[in-house]
């Protein structure tokens, strides 16, 4: 029953793919795997859900267990005068969940939708065809140097530079990216700073063509 309801995020899926809102509520299973950047970008906005929350100590989360629980719960704590988590709602088979849902103190609500973003300009990226693209640039480009057959080595410190840090032959790592990468066991060389950073490629320098030992 689940599966058939229409949830907003299925309706922001279909608007931009019926195929995909169709596998979506008829065949999940056979969905490919979230990658690991993205699985990533989901968890940080659950830590900006967590953050969120402390706006409102009195709150009360009724997410519950599944959509009938959340469902309940929200109509048994809608009469508490406190804010609710997370409150779903279901007509025929639409249902939705409110991040916030904060009395206004007028008998009414305001939905308070939490999302993770930042202010920025503008950013434009070509892939090494000349192609403007959405996402993947690092691992794009990363992709087409491999096919020239040299070796590949990977500066980075965040989030974006993972899945690309993944294809890499060496990688120097520092920050978050360090830290993903240790989450996963993808073998990196750790630098401080880039005084640190030129010691150690001149150490991989003189491994790839002397065959010395590199130091970690």
């Given amino acids: 029953m ?29 969905l490919p795997a ?15 859900d967590e953050l969120a929350k402390k706006l409102y100590p009195n709150g009360i989360d009724v997410s519950g267990d599944s959509f009938t ?12 005068g406190r804010p609710l988590f997370q409150a779903g709602f279901k007509a025929a088979n639409l249902y939705s969940r409110v991040d916030v849902l904060v009395p206004d103190g007028n008998n009414g ?3 308070v939708e939490v999302k993770s973003s930042h202010d920025g300009i503008d950013v434009v990226y070509y892939d090494p065809e ?3 693209i959405n996402q993947g640039f690092k691992k794009k480009y990363l992709t087409s140097l491999k096919k020239r057959g040299k070796d590949i080595i990977y500066l980075g410190d965040g989030l974006s530079d993972l899945e690309a840090a993944r294809q890499a032959d060496y990688v120097f ?4 990216l360090l830290d993903l990468l240790d989450t996963y066991s993808i073998e990196r060389s750790a630098f401080s700073d880039f005084y640190d950073l030129l010691y150690r490629v001149r150490l991989l320098y003189g491994f790839l063509f002397s065959g010395k030992q590199i130091v970690t």
């Fill in 2 to 30: 689940a599966s058939k309801l229409l949830t907003k995020t299925k309706f922001l899926n279909g608007l931009k793919c019926h195929r995909l809102l169709w596998m979506l509520s008829n065949q999940p299973e056979d």
């Fill in 34 to 48: 979230v990658d690991i950047g993205t699985q990533h970008i989901f968890d940080q906005g659950q830590e900006v």
């Fill in 130 to 132: 000349g192609n403007v």
């Fill in 173 to 176: 790592a520092t920050g978050h």
């Fill in 69 to 80: 629980s959340n469902i309940h719960k929200t109509r048994e704590y809608l009469d508490s």
């Fill in 109 to 111: 609500w305001e939905l």
